[in-house]
C-alpha cells in the first residue's frame, strides 16, 4: 500500500518543524513540490531547505510539478475554486500513481497547517473516492500563521470564556462577523479591513510571519490603516507575492 503524509511545515521559519514532522519527513522516500511560477520560487526553496535540514537519507526524491493557476472565470468564487481544485485533483492522482512504487511514502509539505485554509487534504480526499490508486494518509500539524501573529505581538487570541472568528478577507469586506469581538483574518488581498467603520477597533497585522521578510504593524486600525496598506503594497512589489494574517478587536466599551 502507498503512503501520502501531509506534513504542516509552520508559517516559513524552518524552526517550527515539530519533532513528530521531523518523524514524518524522514519516513518520505519522495516528496511532492508544487511549484507557484515565477516570483514565488522562495516557497518551495523553504521546503527544499526543510528537507536538506531534517531529511538524514540523502538519497529522498523531490518531485517537483507546476502548481495549477486558480482563475477568475464566471465571477463565482466558489466555482473557480472548483475549477483549480479539478485541475490539482489530475496532478495529485497522477504523482501518487506515478511516481510511488508499492509500499513507499511520499509527502506534501503544507505551508502552516493543514487543517486552516489549505486545499491538500480535500483533494487527496477526491482521489480516494476516484478508487483508481489505492494510498493511506497521515496528517501531521504544523504551526499556523495565526499562533506566530499572536506570539509575536505576545497576544491571546479571544477574551476570557469569549470566541475568536477565524475568517477570510472577502467575507470580512460583507461586514463585520455578527457576535464577534475578536476576528483573526486570512487570505485577505485587498485589505478588506478599509470597508469597517474603524472606530473602536485595533489591529495586529504581520506579514511573511516566521520568514526574514516579516512585517509587523499595530494599533487603532484609524491610525494605521493607511500604513498597513502602504507597507503591504511596497512589499508585494518586492517579493512578487504577499501573505499576510491579521486580528481585529474591537475595544471593550
Same mark, same amino acid.
Given at each position: 500500500?502507498?503512503?501520502?503524509?501531509v506534513?504542516?511545515?509552520?508559517?516559513?521559519? !524552518?524552526?517550527?518543524v515539530?519533532?513528530?514532522?521531523?518523524r514524518?519527513?524522514?519516513?518520505?522516500d +519522495?516528496?511532492?513540490?508544487?511549484?507557484?511560477?515565477a516570483?514565488?520560487?522562495?516557497?518551495? +526553496?523553504?521546503r527544499e531547505e526543510?528537507?536538506? =535540514?531534517?531529511?538524514?537519507?540523502?538519497?529522498?526524491?523531490?518531485?517537483?510539478?507546476?502548481? #495549477?493557476?486558480r =482563475?477568475?472565470r464566471d465571477?463565482?468564487?466558489q466555482?473557480?475554486?472548483a475549477?483549480?481544485?479539478?485541475?490539482?485533483l489530475?496532478l495529485?492522482q497522477?504523482?501518487?500513481? &506515478?511516481?510511488?512504487? &508499492?509500499g513507499? +511514502?511520499?509527502?506534501?509539505l503544507?505551508?502552516? &497547517?493543514?487543517?486552516l485554509?489549505?486545499?491538500?487534504l480535500?483533494?487527496?480526499?477526491q482521489? +480516494?473516492?476516484r478508487?483508481?490508486?489505492?494510498?493511506?494518509?497521515?496528517v501531521? !500539524?504544523?504551526i499556523?500563521?495565526?499562533?506566530v501573529?499572536? /506570539?509575536?505581538?505576545?497576544?491571546?487570541?479571544h477574551?476570557?470564556? /469569549? !470566541?475568536?472568528r477565524i475568517t477570510?478577507? =472577502?467575507?470580512?469586506a460583507?461586514g463585520? !462577523?455578527?457576535?464577534? &469581538?475578536d476576528?483573526?483574518?486570512?487570505?485577505?488581498?485587498?485589505?478588506?479591513?478599509?470597508a469597517l467603520? #474603524?472606530?473602536?477597533l485595533?489591529?495586529?497585522?504581520?506579514?511573511?510571519?516566521g520568514?526574514p521578510?516579516?512585517?509587523?504593524?499595530?494599533?487603532?486600525?484609524?491610525?494605521?490603516?493607511?500604513?498597513?496598506?502602504?507597507? =503591504?503594497?511596497? /512589499?508585494?512589489a518586492?517579493?512578487g507575492?504577499?501573505?499576510?494574517?491579521?486580528?481585529?478587536?474591537?475595544?471593550?466599551?
Amino acid at each position: 500500500m502507498k503512503k501520502v503524509l501531509v506534513i504542516g511545515i509552520g508559517a516559513g521559519d !524552518p524552526e517550527h518543524v515539530t519533532v513528530q514532522a521531523i518523524r514524518a519527513l524522514n519516513e518520505a522516500d +519522495a516528496f511532492f513540490v508544487l511549484d507557484k511560477g515565477a516570483g514565488k520560487e522562495d516557497l518551495a +526553496a523553504l521546503r527544499e531547505e526543510i528537507c536538506r =535540514r531534517f531529511v538524514d537519507d540523502p538519497a529522498y526524491r523531490t518531485i517537483h510539478r507546476t502548481d #495549477p493557476e486558480r =482563475r477568475l472565470r464566471d465571477g463565482s468564487y466558489q466555482a473557480d475554486v472548483a475549477a483549480w481544485h479539478a485541475q490539482r485533483l489530475d496532478l495529485y492522482q497522477g504523482l501518487i500513481a &506515478d511516481e510511488l512504487a &508499492d509500499g513507499e +511514502a511520499g509527502a506534501f509539505l503544507v505551508w502552516g &497547517d493543514p487543517a486552516l485554509y489549505d486545499s491538500t487534504l480535500r483533494i487527496l480526499d477526491q482521489v +480516494a473516492e476516484r478508487g483508481e490508486v489505492a494510498f493511506t494518509v497521515e496528517v501531521v !500539524p504544523g504551526i499556523s500563521s495565526v499562533q506566530v501573529l499572536a /506570539a509575536r505581538f505576545g497576544l491571546a487570541l479571544h477574551g476570557v470564556g /469569549a !470566541p475568536v472568528r477565524i475568517t477570510t478577507g =472577502r467575507l470580512l469586506a460583507q461586514g463585520w !462577523p455578527e457576535g464577534a &469581538d475578536d476576528v483573526v483574518v486570512m487570505l485577505d488581498g485587498s485589505c478588506s479591513f478599509t470597508a469597517l467603520d #474603524p472606530t473602536g477597533l485595533d489591529i495586529w497585522w504581520g506579514a511573511y510571519l516566521g520568514t526574514p521578510d516579516e512585517i509587523l504593524v499595530s494599533g487603532p486600525l484609524a491610525d494605521r490603516s493607511e500604513e498597513i496598506q502602504r507597507v =503591504r503594497a511596497e /512589499a508585494r512589489a518586492r517579493k512578487g507575492w504577499m501573505f499576510d494574517t491579521y486580528l481585529l478587536r474591537r475595544r471593550a466599551g
